[in-house]
Structures are given as structure tokens and as C-alpha cells.
């Protein structure tokens, strides 16, 4: 009878320790290169010939960050036609987490928005008014598109980091 109880209580402790574990493993996101996540949004949102990537002066410049501040980055801008089609996808780094990327983002999208033109193609502005950032773990991703494409391109970041 002692045997059995001993026995019993090993398997509750076994059982309530892998379940710990289990719970705890799925905060966090897989390591996927930005290329691969862009791969996917571009597929679901119909975009890859009409968008294209910025040299890194684009971040440079825009962004006032040196690219290698990233773990790994894409960014899209629209190549051809009228307009501001664009997004991003940022890996946190060693010199720089998340919401510091969060954070770079925010202040870019403000310099947009606070350097457009009005008389600029008044129909792509709610675009940019609407831009949105999404985090996921480690990466980060804005989106300068309709509300459609922000849908689907966001649904793309999510599944290819699940």
C-alpha cells in the first residue's frame, strides 16, 4: 500500500511538472528571417512585383537608426504607381529589444505623418493616418496599407511566426 501511494504521488508531481511546462512554452515566437516573414505577406496581399527594398540609407536616413541595429529587417516600398503602399518587418537584436524597435517605428510613422503634404495625394493619406504596428515576440511590423491588405498582411506576420 505504501509502494502504491509513493507511486502515485511521483506521477501527480510528474504530471503537474510537465504541465508547468507545457504552459510555459508557448510565449514565445520561432526564429524566422524577415525575408521569409515578407515572403508571406507579399503572397497574401498580391503585392511582390508593385513593391520593392530600400537600399539601407532608407533606414538609415528615415528611421535615424543604423541598420545593423536589428537582429534582421525587410522593408517594402511600393516601386511602382500612385502609392504609399509600404511596411516593415524588424528582429530585435542585441542592441536593441523590441519595444525599442517599437519605438523606432512609432517615431518614423510620426515624421511621415508629420511631413506629408496635403496637396500629395490626398487619397493615400488615410493609409498613413491609419498606419498600425503589430509585435509579435521578438519582431515588429508596421503596416502603410488599405485596411484589407493591414488585415491580410498582418495574418501573414502572425501565421509565419507560429
Same mark, same amino acid.
Request: aromatic fraction near 8%; include cysteine.
Given at each position: 500500500?505504501?509502494n /502504491?501511494?509513493k507511486?502515485?504521488?511521483? /506521477?501527480?508531481? #510528474?504530471?503537474?511538472?510537465?504541465s508547468? /511546462?507545457?504552459?510555459?512554452?508557448g510565449?514565445? @515566437?520561432?526564429?524566422?528571417p524577415a525575408?521569409?516573414i515578407?515572403?508571406? $505577406?507579399? @503572397?497574401?496581399?498580391?503585392? #511582390?512585383?508593385? +513593391?520593392?527594398?530600400?537600399? %539601407?540609407?532608407?533606414?538609415? =536616413?528615415?528611421?535615424? @537608426?543604423?541598420?545593423?541595429?536589428?537582429?534582421?529587417?525587410v $522593408?517594402?516600398?511600393n516601386?511602382?504607381? #500612385?502609392n504609399?503602399?509600404?511596411?516593415?518587418i524588424?528582429?530585435? =537584436?542585441e542592441?536593441? %529589444?523590441?519595444? !525599442?524597435v517599437?519605438?523606432?517605428v512609432?517615431?518614423?510613422? #510620426? +515624421?511621415?505623418?508629420?511631413?506629408?503634404?496635403e496637396?500629395?495625394m490626398?487619397?493615400?493619406?488615410?493609409?498613413? @493616418?491609419?498606419?498600425?504596428?503589430?509585435?509579435e515576440?521578438?519582431y515588429?511590423?508596421?503596416?502603410?496599407?488599405?485596411?484589407?491588405?493591414k !488585415?491580410?498582411?498582418?495574418?501573414?506576420?502572425? %501565421?509565419?511566426?507560429?
Amino acid at each position: 500500500m505504501k509502494n /502504491l501511494k509513493k507511486t502515485v504521488s511521483l /506521477l501527480l508531481i #510528474a504530471l503537474t511538472l510537465c504541465s508547468l /511546462l507545457c504552459a510555459c512554452g508557448g510565449g514565445s @515566437t520561432k526564429n524566422v528571417p524577415a525575408a521569409t516573414i515578407s515572403e508571406a $505577406v507579399n @503572397t497574401a496581399i498580391g503585392k #511582390a512585383d508593385s +513593391l520593392t527594398n530600400p537600399p %539601407d540609407s532608407f533606414i538609415t =536616413g528615415y528611421m535615424k @537608426t543604423e541598420p545593423s541595429q536589428f537582429g534582421d529587417y525587410v $522593408v517594402c516600398i511600393n516601386a511602382y504607381g #500612385a502609392n504609399i503602399d509600404e511596411y516593415g518587418i524588424f528582429k530585435a =537584436g542585441e542592441n536593441m %529589444d523590441a519595444a !525599442a524597435v517599437k519605438k523606432t517605428v512609432e517615431d518614423y510613422l #510620426a +515624421l511621415r505623418l508629420n511631413s506629408w503634404m496635403e496637396e500629395y495625394m490626398p487619397e493615400e493619406k488615410p493609409k498613413l @493616418t491609419n498606419a498600425e504596428i503589430k509585435t509579435e515576440g521578438d519582431y515588429v511590423m508596421y503596416c502603410i496599407l488599405s485596411e484589407d491588405d493591414k !488585415a491580410a498582411a498582418f495574418q501573414a506576420f502572425a %501565421d509565419a511566426l507560429k
